[in-house]
């Protein structure tokens, strides 16, 4: 086989950059995504990566390395400049953004989803508290656009009728803002005291209660249920990859649920690696055995495209 080069290599080493990314910053992420098939695998890994290249810049990393905040800001807007053009142009000297304008350029991935994230990790740099509307349009920023983008990756090439990609796509918005409400609620003390950030509207983390808590967790359960119900929809291959996600992020709901409000206040609640494997090795059995019984019993819902 000749040596790669060209853009080529420089295809490849964006792809590999980003899958870098996602197994420095993400656990339960890096898990999930081994059950995907190779291709769509290696688009989701472009996707997480410049989300978190994004958050990066906002949350820390640049503030870190010294950078003023009105810089940050022209960073983040430059980052964003950068992956539109990528998107139309198929090319960035940002090896990250050139991986996910790859995978944006094939699977139809546009800036209908790109510019409300932005706009949302913009909304970090200068609001502390939210209502209930600046809430909705931050979660569906900052999440729910994302699990669109990954239901591009998965449906690629693939057509649906207009009812099943409906459920599809709520399934994904869903499933999105079940994981950012989860982790807002993990992270409520850090995001208060090193941040100064109070996401959820009403919420006063100081004197955040047992009731604040459940209600919270009530809203990411109806997210879950929904999310959840979606799944049998989805292409077989990515089924057991997207169980797998919302059952870690279900584990560390469960764990916030029995965790005294009073300690969330202070306390980064996690699921312990030991039990992320757990769940994964769970995961990818109930997968194989499902697998094997369609294979049976071939199922008349859409595949991959050759």
């Known amino acids: 086989m000749p040596h790669e080069t060209g853009l080529p290599l420089y295809n490849r080493a964006a792809a590999e950059t980003a899958a870098v990314m ?23 890994e472009t996707v997480y990566a410049l ?29 964003e400049a950068e992956t539109a053009n990528a998107i139309r142009t198929g090319y960035s000297v940002n090896l990250v953004v050139h991986a996910f304008a790859l995978t944006a350029r094939r699977t ?8 409300p994230f932005f706009a949302s990790m913009r909304a970090d740099l200068t609001r502390a508290e939210h209502t209930q509307a600046s809430f909705d349009d931050y979660v569906y920023g900052s999440a729910e656009v994302v699990g669109l983008m990954c239901l591009q990756c ?16 709520e399934g994904a918005q869903r499933l999105g803002a079940a994981f950012q409400k989860v982790n807002f609620l993990r992270d409520l003390a850090e995001d208060f005291e090193a941040l100064g950030r109070s996401y959820f509207p009403g919420v006063t983390v100081d004197a955040f209660t047992e009731k604040d808590k459940h209600r ?7 997210d879950l249920r929904v999310s959840g119900a979606a799944i049998a929809e989805l292409p077989r291959a990515c089924r057991a990859a997207v169980a797998l996600a919302q059952e870690l ?30 769940i994964a090795a769970d995961a990818v059995v109930t997968h194989r055995l499902r697998r094997a019984a369609s294979a049976r019993t071939p ?6 495209a050759p």
């Open 154 to 169: 998965f449906l690629e090439g693939i057509e649906l009728p207009d009812d099943q990609e409906k459920r599809l796509r």
């Open 249 to 278: 992020f279900a584990e560390l709901a469960r764990r916030l649920r029995r965790t005294p409000a009073s300690l969330l206040r202070t306390t980064r609640i996690r699921v312990p690696n030991p039990v992320k494997l757990r």
């Open 22 to 44: 996602i197994k420095a910053y993400s656990t339960s992420f890096g898990l999930a995504s081994r059950l995907l098939p190779p291709q769509t695998r290696r688009q989701i």
């Open 108 to 115: 139809g991935i546009g800036t209908d989803l790109t510019a």
């Open 51 to 79: 989300v978190r290249l994004a958050d990066e810049i906002v949350d820390g990393v640049a503030s870190a390395a010294g950078i003023p905040p009105a810089e940050i800001r022209r960073m983040l807007d430059d980052l």
């Open 216 to 222: 919270l967790l009530d809203d990411i359960e109806a």
């Open 299 to 304: 199922a008349p819902d859409a595949e991959r």
